[in-house]
């Protein structure tokens, strides 16, 4: 028994219906189904969403708005954020903000310069990494990444290894805090962050 082209493409793209579902209106083996699912062209879905519109039936369980927001607003959102979350607000003299990831600590410069107007050459910053790691190794690896001079780096706290996990994968090359000594701005945004906590 045939299954048609247009029948078979609004039950596994219109309604999302999986494989063995189809299999079951049409009372056939699964491998059927996907027989003809290749021979019409029709893109399988990977594994994972298979089982995510088996557990969504009725669609996404959320709505996505489209809104416009300009740059500036969305990179103060943004740097407020990450300093929420990753940052010491509990050092009330400087801003101090630690990571693993490259991505994250470039973002907050970026932040710091567009927003603040701070420049990049004002910046500090620490490296605290493993014992078993090669020191200049790291150091090598976050100039190149952020592009600092290696003067812009205070000297490596060296901190005893851990032999397995996800954080020492994560800090393979260290954990890289960076530093802007300036108590106004610090707490500036720490009243920024404030407002957010009330909303």
Not at 54 to 70: A, Q, T, Y
Not at 151 to 175: D, E, H, M, W
């Amino acid at each position: 028994m045939a299954i048609d082209r247009h029948t078979l493409t609004e039950l596994y793209i219109g309604q999302k219906k999986s494989s063995q579902q189809i299999a079951r209106l049409f009372k056939c083996s699964e491998n059927k189904v996907n027989y003809w699912l290749q021979k019409y062209a029709i893109e399988k879905r990977p594994i994972s969403e298979a089982v995510y519109n088996r557990h969504n039936p009725e669609g996404d369980p959320f709505k996505l708005k489209n809104f416009k927001i300009d740059n500036n607003s969305f990179l103060f959102g943004l740097g407020l954020g990450l300093y929420w979350g990753e940052g010491t607000k509990s050092n009330l003299s400087s801003i101090r903000l630690g990571n693993t990831d490259p991505a994250l600590i470039k973002m907050f410069i970026n932040f710091l310069e567009q927003i603040y107007g701070i420049k990049k050459d004002k910046l500090h910053f620490g490296l605290q990494i493993f014992s078993d790691l090669s020191s200049s190794t790291c150091l090598n690896y976050w100039q190149q990444e952020l592009g600092i001079e290696k003067n812009k780096f205070y000297k490596p706290i060296l901190s005893p290894s851990q032999s397995t996990g996800t954080y020492k994968r994560k800090a393979s090359y260290g954990v890289l805090t960076l530093y802007f000594n300036n108590k106004k701005l610090r707490d500036i945004m720490a009243s920024e962050i404030e407002k957010l906590r009330k909303v």
